[in-house]
């Protein structure tokens, strides 16, 4: 079973500029997360998607952060403009389904390392 | 507030030795504990899940343990490799229709030959 795919693995801009991560799922997995892990720090949720409807963007900087969700599957996360504080490695992963109780496993991607310079 | 509290921050220990790391946490109401391996550079893979009636269980040479009543968890770690070292965080879900979940800030361990 092929994991959680995420792209690009590293990514270094300028203070100002934009950016967008690509995150693919495990085959049907209906909920997507995206959490940013700053260095030393354990991740934090950004968003969290069940097929392609939002469950939770509370912690998501909405002023420069989006993301959406298409057809359920693959994801994108933007920034636009960054700043140097958004310097952190983002995590996507994965779990095939939601509810109460929530028993099921997140698998996690590789993460994109973002470098705000 | 829901928090998760990781102890200690780091952790440096001779292989073939055994450590224990710490989880509290305030999370309620408590739906189930995991703990998480982050290796460098890599995204946490899942160790052990444990819910509220689950004391004890154990995955290879990692033990998890969870007092519900304490609100505290721990990894023991047993016969350590220097595959160990890594990043060991712990994670809290919230019983409820959104199922939160609230990550520690972990556990830095290193293991020395």
């Known amino acids: 079973e092929a994991g959680v795919a995420q792209s690009p693995r590293y990514k270094i801009i300028e203070k100002r500029q934009s950016v967008a991560f690509w995150c693919n799922p495990i085959s049907g997995h209906a909920t997507l997360y995206w959490y940013q892990q700053i260095l030393g720090q354990g991740p934090k949720l950004l968003i969290q998607f069940q097929n392609n409807g939002v469950v939770d963007d509370s912690q998501l900087p909405k002023d420069r952060f989006s993301a959406e969700r298409l057809k359920g599957v693959d994801s994108t996360l933007k920034i636009q403009p960054a700043k140097l504080e958004d310097s952190a490695v983002y995590l996507c992963a994965s779990s095939s389904r939601l509810g109460t109780g929530g028993g099921e496993t997140q698998y996690f991607g590789p993460g994109t390392r973002l470098l705000v310079l | 507030k829901n928090q998760v509290e990781q102890s200690p921050q780091s952790l440096i220990i001779l292989e073939g030795k055994n450590c224990t790391l710490q989880?509290?946490?305030?999370?309620?109401?408590?739906?189930?504990l995991r703990w998480y391996k982050q290796d460098t550079g890599r995204g946490p893979v899942s160790l052990t899940i444990m819910t509220f009636s689950e004391n004890t269980k154990s995955n290879g040479r990692y033990t998890a343990t969870l007092d519900a009543d304490t609100k505290q968890s721990s990894l023991h770690i047993t016969a350590s490799q220097l595959s160990d070292s890594a990043s060991y965080i712990c994670?809290?879900?919230?019983?409820?229709?959104?199922?939160?979940?609230?990550f520690g800030s972990g556990t830095r361990l290193s293991i020395r030959p």
């Open positions: 994670v809290v879900r919230e019983y409820s229709s959104a199922s939160k979940i609230i």
């Open positions: 989880c509290n946490y305030t999370v309620s109401p408590f739906s189930n």
